[in-house]
């Protein structure tokens, strides 16, 4: 007798959870803005009074237990006791990476979530009608990032984000990519020079060079100071669109390429072949989407953000790139997987 398998009748569950994921999102971001992780991390342990009096909250006690014991059941927090005796502490996660106090903190990028990009994406419907920028910072389609570089706050706090969302993808690929032929590296909208550091750190026989607008050289000087590597890595001022990429065997551009159309990606590959001497590489690290576009929904979210913070801005599959490699003159391509959704697409000269 045959035996059949009955399926589980369809549950509401998933669709309410990312329905109302806003919810969530900004329970965290909230409290990453309140800097709860880095007082806990200092205090180690704070009842719900105690974090009322530090953080100078007039909410109600059962509104504060609320938000308190919402980020417990997240896990961002863990709890001794409940209500008045309750006592609070990071969770693990939080401890390590939610900390502003520790190298290993990434709320940069929630930081900038929280200041810029959850306001902005309240206006995914209009981007999706009309193709153009939602971004508060944006003044015209050819001036993307006018806005943010003309502001030193909103400058900084977007270095920061850059550099926490991305410590991980430069950690992985100083290691994971060969060097052993090459000497010389320029990461060309560098930022505050972090993957330069990375792999100056990871790889003692490699030079590089942090590139970006001049505006951003000192944030990228003081990094390399701080980082001991001077010696092996220098911060230049300039412009990849109007000006030369400084030459290098390797030349990587980090969550550069998805913020431009198709045309000016071409022109910047191209930028990077033309500074690359024979056998170079250039190398791409993004939120690469898989070819099937089934798996890597983070890639295309990213996507999303770019239709909204730059209009034309997109991320883009390994085919898509293999094709434009193609099309500029590289020899051979590959994917290096890093950390979470990321990857180094590579093209060889």
């Known amino acids: 007798m045959e035996q059949t398998t009955q399926q589980a009748p369809p549950s509401p569950e998933g669709i309410m959870q990312i329905g109302m994921g806003f919810w969530a999102s900004k329970i965290l971001l909230t409290a990453i803005k309140f800097e709860l992780f880095t007082i806990l991390g200092e205090k180690h342990s704070l009842s719900a009074a105690e974090i009322r009096q530090v953080l100078k909250l007039h909410c109600s006690d059962r509104h504060l237990y609320d938000f308190l014991d919402a980020l417990t059941v997240f896990g961002f927090l ?183 159309g198709e045309e000016k990606k071409l022109l910047l590959m191209e930028k990077a072949y033309e500074a690359l001497p024979d056998n170079g590489v250039f190398v791409a690290i993004e939120n690469v989407i898989d070819d099937e576009r089934k798996k890597n929904a983070f890639g295309m979210m990213m996507s999303l953000n770019m239709l909204i913070q730059t209009g034309k801005g997109f991320d883009y599959t390994f085919t898509d790139f293999n094709g434009w490699a193609k099309k500029i003159g590289f020899s051979r391509t590959m994917k290096i997987p890093l950390a979470g959704p990321s990857s180094a697409v590579v093209a060889y000269k």
């Open 78 to 260: 863990d709890r001794s006791g409940i209500w008045h005796e309750a006592r609070y502490t990071n969770g693990l996660g939080a401890g390590i990476f939610l900390n502003k106090k520790k190298p290993s903190y990434i709320g940069g990028i929630l930081e900038l979530a929280n200041s810029r990009l959850y306001r902005t994406w309240d206006k995914l419907e209009e981007g999706l009608l009309t193709g153009l920028s939602q971004s508060d910072v944006s003044t015209g389609p050819e001036h993307t990032f006018d806005g943010l570089y003309a502001d030193p706050e909103r400058l900084k706090l977007f270095m920061d984000a850059m550099s926490g969302i991305n410590m991980g993808n430069f950690n992985a690929f100083a290691q994971k990519f060969d060097f052993s032929a090459y000497n010389t590296l320029t990461d060309a909208g560098g930022a505050g020079a972090q993957l330069s550091i990375a792999v100056a750190k990871h790889q003692p026989h490699m030079y590089c060079t942090s590139f970006d607008l001049p505006i951003v050289e000192p944030i990228a000087l003081q990094n390399i100071r701080e980082a001991g590597v001077a010696a092996r890595v220098q911060a230049a001022g300039g412009d990849f669109f109007t000006g030369d990429i400084p030459p290098a065997d390797i030349i990587v551009m980090a969550n550069i390429m998805h913020d431009w």
